[in-house]
């Protein structure tokens, strides 16, 4: 039961602290991947309120191997538009639909709220026999070379220690791990206090399409939920004469006009909440044996709801990588993490800044921006194809490639080590066939018989793949070498399927692991 010891209990592999969507996503592949774990929250229950809605195509391709992608798009609402309003009126539709289309199995992206999504997480969790373990707070810890011994508080009992040979911090905007480092949080807080509020409504809104207010500074998003006349409402508060939120706000804060103008009308609020919006990234994502993901790492603004989807990232980046090196792959590999994961979070916070900006700024020369050019030039940007998929590409986060990695070797035509593995639609579906968990690798036409030693005596899964049309269209060359790692990303790219290739490769990069995990000795 939720609340109870993790009945692992004992000193772990991997000790997660914070139970939000990356740290249930991180406890859950490490364990599947075979890594013993615990899962710690100082929160007494599980939340009930959240921010965070949109789960994208990138998200649904990690979790397709273990069969939570068809229950998130189940349970979840697919959104095909987004309808832009200033002045009272609809003033445009941008239809986006199925933009990614033969870029990815979920062409789409799912309103799939975030306390919903714990609940998924934690319950595939228990049917793995991982409790989290409940109003338990991280009080200290003290990390060495042979591992890391956390201090551990549950209630108001005594701190106990607990040994664990990596600790992972997934613990919030105000994580207690990041400021045990020392990691700085450099960034800004936005003016506006906003509100979250899942209300019962009816209206022009409540058509399951999103719809965004442009009109003035004190904007509101209408997120549909797959609930018959739910919504999430999210927006700014400002009293009176504009002087600031006030102490306790309350939905009556919220500003009338602006429900007015998209005509909202609200029957009943579900529940209501208070956020400030930050736009920080922690300036270093590891120290030794300690590491920062999600919000714990970076925040920035809901622009594209990409936060919680990054933080889904940043947990399976990690985890096949700590479990390799508790299988005996060379530490090195963890050095990977950092760099590939801060880059892409210093892209989106600049990003996301600049566009949350430009749509609560109180500056006169905004306003005909939102009220005018947006409105008439995103409907128009999305009426073109090619502009369809590269939004689609950028905000499902299927763009993101690390080819300046150190784990990233070769090129053949378009393809590069560091993509994304590209799909190949029909049969065969080349991302159907990964497992999640290890190392693959693919070819397209023939392969040799000593590539399949190469890859036996490196636990290496080779699964051969027929050539077909989509597969060149796709960038693959006629009998090359595509060694996706356990992310689905592509490590190896050569033109031929060479033996050696793929032995050098790996026993410079990565290092052949054992099948069964080796516990990492655990004397700081």
């Known amino acids: 039961m939720p609340g109870q010891a993790n009945p692992q209990g004992g000193n772990p592999d991997v000790l997660v602290v914070g139970a939000g969507p990356t740290g249930l996503v991180l406890a859950l592949w490490l364990s599947h991947m075979g890594v013993r774990v615990r899962i710690v929250d100082q929160a007494s229950a599980p939340g009930t309120t959240s921010r965070a809605l949109v789960v994208q195509a990138r998200t649904l391709e990690l979790y397709r191997p273990f069969g939570l992608a068809d229950q998130v798009v189940r349970r979840g609402l697919r959104v095909e538009a987004i309808n832009l309003w200033a002045g009272g009126e609809k003033r445009g539709r941008a239809e986006f639909g199925a933009a990614g289309t033969g870029i990815s199995p979920y062409p789409f992206a799912i309103v799939f709220p975030q306390d919903e999504?714990?609940?998924?997480?934690?319950?595939?969790?228990?049917?793995?026999?991982?409790?989290?373990?409940?109003?338990?707070?991280?009080?200290?810890?003290?990390?060495?070379?042979?591992?890391?011994?956390?201090?551990?508080?549950?209630?108001?009992?005594?701190?106990?220690?607990?040994?664990?040979?990596?600790?992972?911090?997934?613990?919030?905007?105000?994580?207690?791990?990041?400021?045990?480092?020392?990691?700085?949080?450099?960034?800004?807080?936005?003016?506006?206090?906003?509100?979250?509020?899942?209300?019962?409504?009816?209206?022009?809104?409540?058509?399951?399409?999103?719809?965004?207010d442009l009109d003035e500074a004190d904007f509101v998003f209408a997120f549909p939920l797959a609930a018959a006349g739910r919504a999430r409402l999210i927006g700014t508060i400002r009293a009176a004469g504009d002087q600031g939120a006030a102490?306790?706000?309350?939905?009556?804060?919220?500003?009338?006009?602006?429900?007015?103008?998209?005509?909202?009308?609200?029957?009943?609020?579900?529940?209501?909440?208070?956020?400030?919006?930050?736009?920080?990234?922690?300036?270093?994502?590891?120290?030794?044996?300690?590491?920062?993901?999600?919000?714990?790492?970076?925040?920035?603004?809901?622009v594209g709801g990409q936060g919680m989807n990054t933080g889904i990232g940043d947990a399976v980046n990690l985890a096949w990588k700590l479990a390799g090196v508790l299988r005996g792959a060379d530490p090195r590999l963890l050095d990977s993490y950092e760099p590939e994961r801060i880059g892409f979070a210093r892209r989106l916070v600049a990003t996301t800044d600049r566009l949350f900006q430009l749509a609560t700024s109180r500056a006169a020369a905004a306003r005909p921006i939102r009220r005018s050019l947006v409105p008439a030039l995103l409907p128009r940007l999305f009426a073109r194809p090619e502009m369809r998929r590269l939004m689609f590409r950028i905000v499902s986060q299927t763009q993101i490639a690390y080819r300046h990695s150190p784990l990233s070797d070769g090129h053949a035509h378009g393809v590069h080590a560091g993509d994304r593995l590209p799909w190949t639609p029909g049969e065969p579906d080349n991302l159907a066939a990964l497992t999640g968990?290890?190392?693959?690798?693919?070819?397209?036409?023939?392969?040799?018989?000593?590539?399949?030693?190469?890859?036996?005596?490196?636990?290496?899964?080779?699964?051969?793949?027929?050539?077909?049309?989509?597969?060149?269209?796709?960038?693959?060359?006629?009998?090359?070498?595509?060694?996706?790692?356990?992310?689905?990303?592509?490590?190896?790219?050569?033109?031929?399927?060479?033996?050696?290739?793929?032995?050098?490769?790996?026993?410079?990069?990565?290092?052949?692991?054992v099948r069964e995990i080796i516990p990492a000795p655990l004397h700081p």
């Open 117 to 212: 999504h714990e609940r998924l997480l934690e319950g595939e969790l228990a049917r793995r026999g991982i409790s989290v373990e409940r109003d338990t707070r991280l009080v200290s810890f003290d990390a060495g070379m042979g591992g890391v011994v956390a201090h551990l508080q549950r209630g108001g009992g005594p701190p106990v220690a607990c040994r664990a040979a990596y600790l992972a911090g997934c613990d919030g905007a105000r994580s207690t791990v990041r400021r045990a480092i020392g990691a700085e949080f450099p960034g800004g807080t936005y003016e506006h206090l906003f509100y979250v509020a899942d209300v019962t409504a009816r209206g022009p809104v409540m058509d399951g399409e999103l719809h965004l």
């Open 247 to 302: 102490a306790q706000p309350s939905w009556d804060d919220v500003s009338a006009g602006v429900l007015r103008r998209m005509r909202i009308e609200v029957q009943q609020v579900n529940w209501f909440s208070t956020y400030h919006v930050h736009h920080r990234v922690a300036s270093r994502f590891r120290a030794g044996r300690v590491f920062l993901l999600g919000d714990a790492a970076h925040i920035h603004s809901p």
């Open 437 to 513: 968990t290890g190392w693959q690798a693919q070819v397209y036409g023939h392969a040799e018989c000593d590539l399949a030693r190469a890859c036996t005596a490196r636990d290496i899964d080779l699964q051969p793949m027929r050539w077909t049309p989509s597969a060149g269209d796709a960038g693959f060359v006629d009998g090359g070498l595509y060694l996706v790692r356990p992310d689905g990303y592509l490590g190896l790219v050569a033109p031929r399927a060479e033996a050696g290739r793929l032995e050098s490769y790996w026993d410079n990069r990565v290092g052949a692991p």
